[in-house]
């Protein structure tokens, strides 16, 4: 009996512990825990008696017993005084209908409705000693008392807020719209706390019921004394609103209350002695809803103590109800297991509640886009992250060149709709991490977090990505049959600043480089930091002129002999220069990434190797051994169509596919590697040879280049700068020539520049030799001519006209 005793304790120690947070259900578990030590010494039934009546008059439901035919109250309890307002023992004796604000039809009527849904309870007006009027449920259940009379046993649950926030949930939802952060914030941990004190109070209760039903498992050996009681208990569960089970030992069930029973599917079952699995005998939701929660009851048993988990009970209309779920092991004095007791309050409306609330405290509800809020705060994260890891990333404002002339011309209607096209266009291709915000009116938001290394990648980025922006509003819209045609002007600041800042900050930049695109006749893009504003331009320009470039008869075709250890012409490379008009000479590497970015390098790519293969077919070279290099770019040698484009060339100029190499980098052979195969081996039939370049500064690894037709590999001139003087490239030199040797690959060192490093490579291994001090790249012309004035195979003079670069 002691050891009984003590593991009741147990139990409630556990349940204490869990809600210590609430202070006034602590005292109700403290005289449970008082009222379950009386049972072991007074007599059972006069400690059930006492527990049912404490219950009742202690309980912080509003509870009542009611006369049937008269509508009589003839008992409240405490709490139910307290609501109401009528003082001690001041609702006993009088009638519900001076409660209820429902004339008799009315409420004949809501209970004919209560009927119609299958709902156990009703919903009235109740009016307060006050006058106030306050929506309630009423759960109401016939009960016989011990002296034969029947009453209505009744719980009188207040759900005045609820019914408030169902009706006014627009008009919060335009209030939530207009909080701002430090509000959503205040609210989010004042909703918080509510949700801890309204858990407290319902595990509160919760454990009261389990204790019932405790004292009742532990006293079934004198059932036959208890069976008035049980059923008063059962009455009493009945009522309530909450899933109540108790299972034995091995998982039987052994008492259900109707709400369990309505939801498991179970009212017309005998469903006494069998367990979840044996009474999952249905198909479809009501099996579903049986099973699966076989790990909780065994995590519960497993912690000796009341484990508290939420659930997930799917329903037959296909929807899904969630419970806030206590259960609680119960176990024989030898420690056997003996009962389990699972109580579940249905908080689905919560959840909705707090997602709705989450949904309009985040996200625009015209668009569905996340709003200022949450662009703040994941701006603020991108701001830390970015500090973090030095990489960059972008902000972009953009705002819709006179949308509101428009809105106003054509009625709200229609800019919403606009707006809504708007944002799902510029949602479009947006990469997963990237944030389209929409912060009101027809102001929208881009984050872009973490898009390059360097500042000045993440300009060139954070441009295209507001030129692609531009072009997308800059198609025209159709609503509703009418086309509009809309601009948009975009403002872009970089982060993180060098200044530091917080995100606010950065948007305040974001919204002055706007306000410079607006100035500057909107429908533009401008940058905050002057040198990035600088940088876009520029770059702007090229991409316009470089597309004239061709037509214009801007580009020349420069070439870089290459020599043999004897100094013999051996081949050369070919490379493209740009003569501008005004700027004069620019190198490749100011505008080949811009062509490659824009999609140009593929027209540039083939008028190079057009003009290579005439080269090759010219008299003075048609009669050499000379192999000519052509630099190929990764867009250029992907794209649909370039094997046949090269056939066309060959066949157009007649060139010879054997004297050919082309020019890749590593990146692009390690890139769609099955694709580069296929595209190389079919060029390579052809007679075409390949040339990896700058070999050694990219990722690729020795079984790439065994899967590849590759024919040479070009030291990087960055290796070959150091190598006489650094061990470390001098190793890198040698592991290249290495990897050569062993694939029987030929070498090229770039950027020889020097005697001392050509020496240093000659006494490695044969190679051919391509730098300054054999030659410089120079214009096709005095190539021509070089080739002219020497025999075939000869040595070069030193050095070319061509640019010092
Ligand atoms: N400091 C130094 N530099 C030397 C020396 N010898 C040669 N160079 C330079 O090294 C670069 C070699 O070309 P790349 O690695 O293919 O690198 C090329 C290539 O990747 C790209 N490029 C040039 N022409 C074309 C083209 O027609 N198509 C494509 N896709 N890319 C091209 O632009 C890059 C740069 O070309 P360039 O400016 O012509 O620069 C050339 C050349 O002028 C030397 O001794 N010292």
Redesign the pocket.
């Known amino acids: 009996m002691l050891a009984d005793k003590y593991r009741s304790r147990t139990i409630l120690s556990s349940l204490l512990h869990r809600i210590r947070s609430a202070s006034s259900p602590l005292r109700w578990l403290l005289l449970a825990l008082g009222l379950a030590a009386a049972t072991a010494t007074a007599s059972l039934a006069q400690a059930q008696r006492d527990l049912l009546s404490s219950l009742f008059h202690r309980h912080t439901a509003v509870m009542m017993f009611i006369e049937p035919e008269s509508g009589l109250i003839v008992d409240a309890n405490a709490a139910a005084e307290r609501f109401y307002g009528y003082g001690p023992r001041g609702l006993t004796g009088r009638s519900i209908d001076e409660i209820n604000a429902l004339d008799p039809y009315e409420v004949a009527a809501e209970r004919a409705q209560a009927r119609a849904e299958q709902r156990s309870y009703f919903v009235f007006p109740h009016r307060l000693a006050s006058g106030e009027i306050r929506t309630v449920e009423v759960y109401s259940s016939p009960v016989r008392l011990d002296n034969g009379q029947l009453v209505l046993f009744s719980i009188v649950h207040d759900i005045t807020g609820k019914r408030v926030a169902e009706a006014d949930l627009l008009d919060y939802r335009h209030r939530l719209e207009e909080l701002v952060g430090q509000r959503t914030r205040e609210a989010g941990a004042a909703q918080e706390r509510t949700r801890n004190v309204l858990a407290g109070a319902v595990m509160a209760q919760l454990a009261l019921i389990a204790l019932l039903l405790v004292s009742i498992v532990r006293q079934r050996r004198s059932a036959w004394a208890l069976a008035r009681h049980e059923e008063q208990l059962g009455t009493l569960i009945d009522a309530l609103p909450d899933v109540i089970r108790l299972k034995d030992g091995a998982g039987r069930w052994q008492q259900a209350n109707r709400y369990a029973l309505e939801l498991f599917g179970l009212t017309d079952v005998d469903y006494r002695g069998r367990t979840d699995a044996e009474l999952a005998f249905r198909q479809g939701d009501a099996r579903r809803a049986l099973l699966g929660h076989e790990q909780s009851d065994e995590e519960a048993w497993q912690a000796g103590a009341a484990l508290r988990i939420e659930e997930n009970i799917p329903t037959a209309n296909g929807q899904c109800m969630v419970f806030d779920t206590i259960k609680v092991p119960l176990f024989h004095t030898d420690g056997s297991r003996n009962g389990l007791v699972s109580i579940g309050r249905d908080i689905t409306e919560r959840r909705h509640a707090e997602s709705e609330i989450e949904r309009l405290a985040y996200f625009d509800s015209l668009t569905g886009l996340p709003n200022r809020h949450l662009l703040l705060d994941r701006l603020a994260h991108a701001l830390a992250v970015a500090q973090r890891s030095g990489h960059h990333g972008a902000l972009l404002l953009l705002d819709l060149d006179y949308f509101k002339t428009l809105n106003d011309a054509r009625g709200h209607e229609m800019g919403d709709r606009l707006l809504k096209a708007v944002a799902e266009r510029l949602h479009e291709g947006l990469r997963a991490s990237d944030t389209l915000s929409r912060f009101g009116g027809d102001e929208f938001v881009l984050l872009l977090p973490e898009i390059a290394a360097y500042e000045h990648q993440a300009a060139d980025m954070a441009r295209n990505v507001a030129e692609k922006m531009r072009s997308v509003i800059g198609l025209p819209f159709d609503i509703g049959g009418q086309p509009i045609a809309l601009g948009v002007s975009i403002g872009v600041t970089l982060f993180p600043p060098a200044q530091g800042g917080e995100a606010t900050e950065l948007i305040k930049q974001a919204d002055t480089a706007l306000y410079q695109a607006k100035a500057a006749g909107r429908n533009a893009v401008r940058f905050f930091e002057p040198e990035m504003q600088a940088r876009a331009e520029m770059r702007f320009t090229l991409e316009t002129e470089l597309r004239q470039a061709i037509d214009q008869n801007e580009l020349r075709l420069?070439v870089?002999p290459q020599f043999d250890a004897e100094r013999r012409m051996r081949g050369a490379?070919?490379?493209?220069?740009w003569h501008h008009p005004r700027r004069g000479l620019i190198?490749?590497?100011s505008f080949?990434p811009i062509a490659?970015e824009t999609g140009l390098?593929v027209e540039?790519?083939d008028w190079?190797l057009h003009q290579a293969c005439r080269l090759l077919t010219s008299p003075q070279m048609a009669g050499l051994p000379l192999r000519l290099s052509?630099?190929?770019?990764p867009r250029?040698f992907h794209r649909t169509g370039f094997v046949g484009r090269v056939r066309d060339i060959l066949a157009d100029t007649g060139a010879d596919p054997e004297r050919l190499t082309f020019?890749v980098?590593e990146n692009l052979v390690i890139d769609k590697v099955h694709q580069t195969v296929a595209t190389m081996s079919e060029l390579n039939a052809l007679g075409i040879r390949f040339s990896i370049?700058?070999f050694g500064t990219g990722y690729s690894s020795l079984s790439y280049l065994k899967r590849l037709p590759i024919d040479e590999l070009?030291i990087?001139?960055s290796f070959v700068r150091d190598a006489p003087s650094d061990p470390n490239d001098a190793a890198l030199v040698d592991a290249i020539l290495s990897i050569a040797a062993l694939l029987h690959i030929d070498v090229v060192a770039?950027?020889?520049?020097t005697e001392e490093q050509a020496a240093f490579l000659a006494a490695r291994a044969p190679m051919l030799y391509?730098?300054?001090?054999y030659a410089?790249?120079e214009p096709v012309e005095a190539f021509l001519a070089r080739l002219g004035g020497i025999p075939a195979a000869g040595c070069p003079s030193n050095g070319g006209d061509g640019p010092a670069?």
């Open positions: 420069y870089q490379e070919v490379l493209l220069r190198p490749p590497a080949i490659e390098i540039l790519g190079v052509v630099n190929v770019s250029q020019e980098t370049d700058d070009k990087d001139r770039e950027g020889v520049e391509q730098g300054y001090l410089r790249p670069l």
